[in-house]
């Protein structure tokens, strides 16, 4: 079992930043590919993010390219996502996922066996 935990939600003004992290327990952390996701009410939990276990490879969702960067710092059993220039339409739930590192990239939420609980983001015009 791998345990998640998010932080760094918050309120944020339109064109801000903030940084998310998630710490990871329970499993040999640089063995996993992690990835964030976000959520709204009522909709589908859709894929923003993506890094491979030793960071060799990152991708993005083609909303958040140039703006948000994912980053890992296996010796702290950490992910994070940094967010620039945030915008309204990116309040959400964000949710950190963990999955056993694989050779194909993917963003389906099907693929990915841990998650973490969430933390809101919010973006005020």
């Known amino acids: 079992q791998v345990q998640l935990v998010e932080s760094g939600g918050g309120l944020v003004q339109a064109g801000g930043s903030l940084r998310l992290s998630c710490a990871a327990s329970g499993r040999t952390f640089s063995n996993y590919d992690m990835a964030w996701f976000r959520q709204a009410p009522g909709r589908e939990r859709e894929f923003v993010a993506a890094i491979s276990r030793s960071s060799g490879s990152t991708y993005y969702a083609d909303s958040v390219k140039g703006r948000f960067t994912i980053s890992r710092v296996n010796a702290q059993n950490t992910v994070y996502l940094q967010m620039n220039s945030l915008k309204p339409e990116n309040a959400d739930v964000y949710f950190c996922?963990?999955?056993?590192?694989?050779?194909?990239?993917?963003?389906?939420?099907?693929?990915?066996?841990?998650w973490g609980q969430g933390t809101q983001v919010s973006v005020s015009a």
């Open positions: 996922a963990a999955r056993f590192t694989q050779s194909f990239r993917t963003t389906r939420l099907e693929d990915y066996s841990y």
